[in-house]
Nanobody, 125 residues
Framework: QVQLVESGGGLVQAVGSLRLSCAAS????????MGWFRQAPGKERDVVAS????????YYADSVKGRFTISRDNAKDTVYLQMNSLKPEDTAVYYC??????????????????WGQGTQVTVSS
């Protein structure tokens, strides 16, 4: 089992920044890929970014490329999502997720095995 706890969400004005953190526990963190997904009201849960187990490979959704950065610290069992130049359309619940089956990373929700409880990000215009 893997437990994931997100933090860092909140209310921010457009063009502002936030950094989300996700602390993992329960298994060897460096063995699995991590991802961030988000879900806005009335919409499906979509991938935001993913990172491989060693941090060497990343993926970003087109909507966040150049603005968001995913990173991980395997010594601290933590993954981060730095979000810059935030837009109102970034408003959503953000979920941290872990894949023990795809250590190289994946952007499909069904490839992830564990999910955090989510943290709300609200961007005002």
């Amino acid at each position: 089992q893997v437990q994931l706890v997100e933090s860092g969400g909140g209310l921010v004005q457009a063009v502002g920044s936030l950094r989300l953190s996700c602390a993992a526990s329960g298994r060897t963190f460096s063995n699995y890929a991590m991802g961030w997904f988000r879900q806005a009201p009335g919409k499906e849960r979509d991938v935001v970014a993913s990172i491989s187990s060693n941090g060497g490979s990343t993926y970003y959704a087109d909507s966040v490329k150049g603005r968001f950065t995913i990173s991980r610290d395997n010594a601290k069992d933590t993954v981060y999502l730095q979000m810059n130049s935030l837009k109102p359309e970034d408003t959503a619940v953000y979920y941290c997720t872990a894949s023990v089956r795809y250590s190289s990373g994946t952007y499909y929700a069904h490839d992830y095995d564990y999910w955090g409880q989510g943290t709300q990000v609200t961007v005002s215009s």
